[in-house]
């Protein structure tokens, strides 16, 4: 009698259970799912936190450039770092480098990174970070050309990507007449291959890349000028410049800056 008593009351027990669990399986089953869903996607930044925007010109190896439909080289790789220091998710904008200043000036990027050289000129209209890299203009021709040096090439036609400071410097030293503008520095330097032009003026990673990736081309040994790349930043946005070199200054002690451009630069 006992013992079915026992077995009585361990069976109502179960049962009592098992109704308890199908009431909350069943509300517990709908409802949390769907909240449930925000906690654990949010590993994938959710909808609505902090992004760091970027603007750049992703055709200037090894800088920037695509590889494979992604992003790659020495300053999405430095973004992504100054992103992850700020807990932020990076948003990268490739449009035209001529663009880039007046983007970040009226707020429509947070940043620019484009390899780009600190000028007085561009310092009239945006803030430049700590300097995290030096650029070098150079001067590429054709292997057989008979331009030797940066006197040879004042009466020749000089390609240059647009808005850049070898585009600049050239207008500057050489006059319009002698300059064609190219969206691009490899535009500028297909043209130098047809022909179009006779030498192009950019700068000495890209120019590197660009005379590896084409035959018959060579970097002549003169350093037309020698310029600092650095991170443009709205003049009205001193905390995210202060965040910056903040995070430059991290990525030089640590070596991590070093680990970065040796990964491109051989
Ligand atoms: N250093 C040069 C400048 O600041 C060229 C930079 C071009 N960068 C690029 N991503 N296309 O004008």
Redesign the pocket.
């Known amino acids: 009698m006992k013992s079915l008593k026992i077995i009585l009351s361990i069976v109502l027990v179960v049962v009592f259970a098992a109704g308890i669990l199908a009431a909350c399986g069943g509300g517990g089953g709908t409802a949390p799912a769907g909240s449930g869903a925000a906690p654990t996607g949010s590993g994938a930044a959710p909808a609505g936190g902090k992004t760091l925007s970027m603007a ?5 190896p090894p ?2 450039f695509m590889e494979g439909g992604e992003y790659a080289g020495i ?1 999405i790789e430095i973004a992504q770092a100054i992103a992850d220091s700020m807990g932020a998710e990076l948003v990268i904008n490739d449009v035209e ?1 001529g663009s ?1 200043i007046g983007g970040v000036q009226s707020g429509k990027y947070d940043m620019g990174i ?4 600190v ?1 007085d000129e ?1 310092l009239q209209s945006v803030n430049f970070s700590e300097t995290y890299a030096t ?1 070098v ?1 150079v001067i590429i021709v054709k292997e057989d050309s008979e331009i030797a040096s940066v006197d040879d090439i004042a009466d020749k036609m000089i390609g240059v ?1 647009m ?6 410097y050239c207008c500057d030293d050489f006059g319009d007449d002698h300059v064609t503008e190219f969206k ?2 490899a535009d500028a330097v297909q043209a130098l291959i047809t022909g179009k032009v006779d030498c192009v003026v ?2 000495n990673e ?1 120019a590197k890349s660009f005379v590896a990736s084409n035959d018959g081309l060579k970097i002549l040994d003169t350093e037309y000028v020698v ?1 600092d ?1 650095a991170i443009c930043v709205s003049k009205d946005n001193e905390e995210l410049l202060n965040e910056i070199n903040a995070a430059i200054a991290d990525l030089k002690s640590t070596g991590k800056l070093d680990e970065i451009i040796s990964k491109y630069i051989k």
């Open positions: 750049t010109n992703a055709a200037f800088y920037e300053d480098f880039i484009a390899g780009m050289t000028t561009r650029g203009q990507q808005d850049t400071t070898g585009d600049i691009t520095g950019i700068d890209p310029e790349y």
